[in-house]
Every structure is written in C-alpha cells, then in structure tokens.
C-alpha cells in the first residue's frame, strides 16, 4: 500500500511558477511509475505528466509541453511537477498517481492505469 500526499498549490498570478510535490509513504517508490492528473470544475480528469520508475522517461500532456516539468528523486520517495508560464486555464486540483511497473522505462498516460491516488491539492491562477 503507498500513501500519497500532494503539496505545494496555492494562488498564482498568470505568468507565475508552482512546484507541487507527492510525497510517498508506505512503501519505496522505486517500483512505482507515477503520474500527474488535474480536474477543473465541471471538466474531466486529464493527463497532466508521467515518469518512469527509473526517472529517465517521462511524458506530457499537449498543453502541459514546454512549460511543465516533472520529476522524482527515489532516494527522497517523492515526486515533483514544476509549473511555469501559468495561466488561468491551468486552474485545477491536482492529484499524484502511482503503480507498479514491471519496467523500468513504462510510463502510463491513462488515469484507469493508476491505483495509488493522493487526495489533491488546489491550484488557483488568477489574470
């Protein structure tokens, strides 16, 4: 069983920067993949950021390139996703996932993948 907890959201203004974290307990995330998701009001769940066990692999949702970073340090058992250039359309919780991965290398884009899931944390951009 792992636990995840989310942190790091809060209000920024369009053009600003969060780093949400997922801290991880229970068990060692190094057999985990993970990802982020986010929902706004009244949209569905969407595919935010994936990485790999290893770290090494990672994937992004379209709107998420170039702007979003995601990453994990194991020896810490989290999980990080930085923010940049937000705009108000990025305004959403947003929730870690993890799962086991056989590979190294997997990465999963599919919420109905993951199993582990931590309870959100809110992320406002004001313009």
């Known amino acids: 069983q792992v636990q995840l907890v989310e942190s790091g959201g809060g209000l920024v203004q369009a053009g600003g920067s969060l780093r949400l974290s997922c801290a991880a307990s229970?068990?060692?995330?190094?057999?985990?993949?993970m990802g982020w998701f986010r929902q706004a009001p009244g949209k569905d769940r969407e595919f935010v950021a994936a990485?790999?066990?290893?770290?090494?692999?990672?994937y992004y949702g379209d709107s998420m390139k170039g702007r979003f970073t995601i990453s994990r340090d194991n020896a810490k058992n989290t999980m990080y996703l930085q923010m940049n250039s937000l705009s108000p359309e990025d305004t959403a919780v947003y929730y870690c996932?993890?799962?086991?991965?056989?590979?190294?290398?997997?990465?999963?884009?599919?919420?109905?993948?993951?199993?582990?899931w931590g309870q959100g944390t809110q992320v406002t951009v004001s313009s």
């Open positions: 990485v790999s066990r290893s770290g090494n692999n990672v």
């Open positions: 996932a993890a799962r086991t991965a056989l590979y190294g290398g997997d990465y999963y884009y599919r919420g109905d993948d993951y199993l582990y």
């Open positions: 229970g068990r060692t995330l190094t057999s985990y993949a």
